[in-house]
């Protein structure tokens, strides 16, 4: 089974920190860029950050920027996104996703998709 799986979300305060954890089973990570999207209840999804599978290469929203860090551990078949100096606005699930190269990912065709984890920024 080809499978995706976001963990790591949960109730912070704004300020805070959380690291998500995206697992990969029944494929390896190895080949692909991996993708984080966002969508908070009454909005678009928007894509939060890439790596690539390459040379590791990472993309970030503006949004995000210095605040967020995608790396990847492909002998864990795993990808985390750090997330520090969470704000509110931050609030949403996150997505992780499968593609072969970052550039260019929010307006790509994803290979496989996660199901979500809920990040909830608030005091």
């Known amino acids: 089974q080809v499978q995706l799986v976001e963990s790591g979300g949960g109730l912070v305060q704004p300020g805070g920190s959380l690291r998500l954890a995206c697992a990969a089973s029944g494929f390896t990570l190895d080949y692909y860029a991996i993708a984080w999207f966002r969508q908070a209840p009454g909005k678009e999804r928007e894509g939060v950050s890439c790596i690539s599978s390459s040379d590791g290469i990472t993309v970030y929203a503006d949004s995000v920027k210095g605040r967020f860090t995608i790396s990847r551990d492909n002998a864990k078949n795993t990808v985390y996104l750090q997330m520090n100096s969470l704000k509110p606005e931050d609030t949403a699930v996150y997505y992780c996703?499968?593609?072969?190269?970052?550039?260019?990912?929010?307006?790509?065709?994803?290979?496989?998709w996660g199901k979500g984890t809920l990040v909830t920024v608030s005091s």
């Open positions: 996703a499968a593609t072969y190269y970052c550039s260019g990912y929010t307006g790509v065709p994803m290979n496989y």
